[in-house]
T-cell receptor, first 112, second 114 residues
Framework: GESVGLHLPTLSVQEGDNSIINCAYSNSASDYFIWYKQESGKGPQFIIDIRSNMDKRQGQRVTVLLNKTVKHLSLQIAATQPGDSAVYFCAETYNQGGKLIFGQGTELSVKP | DTAVSQTPKYLVTQMGNDKSIKCEQNLGHDTMYWYKQDSKKFLKIMFSYNNKELIINETVPNRFSPKSPDKAHLNLHINSLELGDSAVYFC?????????????FGPGTRLTVL
């Protein structure tokens, strides 16, 4: 599903804690998923991706989990740091042509 | 050394004017994109070009016309600007048009139509 509102969903965590950012994607045919990080005043930056034939993928301090049954994607950030403060987007795609469909975005705020 | 660059970074203009935003990538990529991000941070693709050929054209008003003089450049021209065009516009590029090719975004152009 998709929430509609005036404000982005927000997540506030303490520095050093783990963060989990969730995303519900829309198309059951989507087979490739990406997480992007967008810092204030900058463009989105690739973090990690996962294909639909996997349910988990790990990077440096980040893990993406995919649950195709409920069309849910999550991004886990270990030992969250102030530099992780940003808006995080999930994106899905299901065909060639490079068309990414972005989710709503979640604003992560890290308290020192 | 900026991989994907856009000019200008800020653009303030009156309704009805025509304006252009320029994008250049020095990554040697074949594919370039334009995205629009609205005030709620919702990001949506507008166009993509692969080697100067239009690939994606998402139901964008005819007032928006992308132009790719070569594969390193994709400019966005907007005619008869409207208030609703106010947004941040991002250019991006990827190695090729495959969906698994990482897209690299520029810093964005904040367009304000008064």
């Amino acid at each position: 599903g998709e929430s509609v509102g005036l404000h982005l969903p927000t997540l506030s965590v303490q520095e050093g804690d783990n963060s989990i950012i969730n995303c519900a994607y829309s198309n059951s045919a989507s087979d490739y998923f990406i997480w992007y990080k967008q810092e204030s005043g900058k463009g989105p930056q690739f973090i990690i991706d996962i294909r639909s034939n996997m349910d988990k993928r790990q990077g440096q301090r980040v893990t993406v989990l995919l649950n195709k049954t409920v069309k849910h994607l999550s991004l886990q950030i270990a030992a969250t740091q102030p530099g992780d403060s940003a808006v995080y987007f999930c994106a899905e795609t299901y065909n060639q042509g490079g068309k990414l469909i972005f989710g709503q975005g979640t604003e992560l705020s890290v308290k020192p | 050394d900026t991989a994907v660059s856009q000019t200008p970074k800020y653009l303030v203009t009156q309704m009805g004017n025509d304006k252009s935003i320029k994008c250049e990538q020095n990554l040697g990529h074949d594919t370039m994109y334009w995205y629009k991000q609205d005030s709620k941070k919702f990001l949506k693709i507008m166009f993509s070009y692969n080697n100067k050929e239009l690939i994606i054209n998402e139901t964008v008003p005819n007032r928006f016309s992308p132009k790719s003089p070569d594969k390193a450049h994709l400019n966005l021209h907007i005619n008869s600007l409207e208030l609703g065009d106010s947004a941040v516009y991002f250019c991006a590029s990827s190695q090729e048009v495959r969906r698994t090719d990482t897209q690299y975004f520029g810093p964005g152009t904040r367009l304000t139509v008064l």
